[in-house]
């Protein structure tokens, strides 16, 4: 049992809200905030856990099956592994860091394994690692992290981070929504595992990711990297919210009129889909499909076969309507720029892990779903739950810093218009979600994006602070504004296609610009070039 | 989008209101409510938690759908996600059925 002298301290407070002292908060009860807290815990660090839902069933993870890009420590095997993803990636990756996460993985993987998750095991007698359950997976995760003695937090959205005099991270500040009151956390760090940003596409589990930490840690001068790398959209039935993309390898896919959409497949086709949906609906019906895969389909992910089963549709035999919803930086690439092994910001005292950093070091500049963001989820939150700790161990005794809050857009009082945040939210979907604007992408059409939302952006900085009862989903809608014009910035610097960004007006790659895009800033948005390592040292080798 | 809370069938243990990740449900004094449907985002996850199978989640994540209780109590589909990962008592052995390893690589 942990040491009780190691839990956070709940402090007085005043009326109406309750306050916590922690050496490390951590914001967000996913894969990443879980492994993040744990591992902070483990390193004697007091940790408090924030999640905006329920730490157990919040995020892209819990609602899903997920693979894991768990391989075993054979040279060969690894070099297979990261080898034949690169070219998909852009030649972005680095492998360094592909090396120390299928290290990290394969590790916490095994520590899953010794805590008792069931692990199926094959014919031959071996237990089988690369896949994991979500429910099942972040039910024992919300328990671990119980365990190792971190104070959780549900139902408690955060809504900005606290700093020092010297810009140090030092805390932050949520409501509790079904108290209706506040929560304070003074830390000595933060670790923000927030996930990516979908937009409210309700792509499966998703509707919690509206890239509130990107816009918290934006206040505080964060830096991100690979935004343009957020247009991934996934394959669900028209009517539903269930997409798992794997299981469309089996589908064929056609127009009303039951003729096949020429080059349309769920890997590697999926373009041909988002063009046929330009012009009238799209079916699909998983007959490739033999009766070993309908088998190991059904046990494996019995969520996907609730939306046919209780319409009545054989997924089999049956065609049925398809679309695309958006992923975004969920399954993007980009996200909060890492500085270090510990997975540090460019902030004092900010961590980031999981979808709410960039996966750009291991993906560059695709990913094709769940396997290497689960991987880069668990080595992620526990290298930055580590840093967290460790950084918090060297800060002096908390209670003598003068914090404040770094909260600016829907918290100001403005004699303006009052904020209202569906009204935004829908804006901004009007922007992003269309595959003419974000799948295929092109100079006029994204300048054009920008300038309505530059110009939303504007119009919600003058507008009054939102209603405590609004003020949740104006911070959320604020946040997915900022990250679209985050993510159209970046697509206008980089002008080829690499990875998943395709631009009509530039279809090649062009190998001069085998660089990473930054980005950052709220009321101007800027960008700028980061060498990849691999490229500045063929050019100083030249 | 959630659905149904069965009258019947609930026992207000409030694990729905607990566990939603969107926070749709609310706490009465008698079997909590559906306060916010259109934030419901399709996930089943109060179905998965739900001791008492008194839920139903449509598959129409942007739509709501009327629904014929009682009809829909005459087929297997409440319970039906619970029991088919395994997290009831006579179906525990599903937990550890995942064939996703044959499937990779396709």
Redesign the interface.
Known sequence: MPNPTHRAERVSAPEGSVAFEADVLVIGGGPAGTWAAVSAAERGARVVLADKGFCGTSGATAAAGTGVWYIDPDPALREVAMANREKMGGYLQDRRWMTRVLDSTYQHSNRLADWGYPYPVDGRGTSQRNSLQGPEYMRMMRKRTKQAGVTILDHSPALELLVDDDGAVAGASGVRRQKQDRWTVRAKAVVLATGGCAFLSKTLGSNVLTGDGYLMAAEVGAEFSSMEFSNPYAISPAFGSVTKTLFYGWASFTYDDGSVVPGAASKGGRSAIARALLEGPVYARLDKADDDVRHHMRVSQPNFFLPFDRTGIDPFKDRFPVTLRLEGTVRGTGGLRIVDDSCATSVPGLYAAGDAATRELICGGFTGGGSHNAAWAMSSGAWAGQGAADYAAQVGPAAKRKLSSAGAVAFRSRPGRAFAPAALTRAVQAEVFPYELNYFREASRLQGALGRLDAAWRDVSEADAADRSEIVRAREAAAMLATARWMYRSALARQESRGMHRRDDFPDQDSRQRHYVTTGGLDEIWTSARPHAEASYAEAAE | MIEVVDGERCTSCDIC???????VFDKTDGIPVIARQG?C?????CE??CPEDALY???????AQPIDIVALKQTD?MG??RR??G?TDETSD???????????G?
Do not use: I
């Open positions: 209101v607990n566990v939603c990740p969107t926070n934030d985002q399709t996930c089943f996850l998965l938690y989640v449509s598959p129409f994540a942007d739509q589909s039906s996600y088919a990962v997290w599903r937990r550890s059925v995942d064939r996703s390893y044959l499937l990779f396709h």
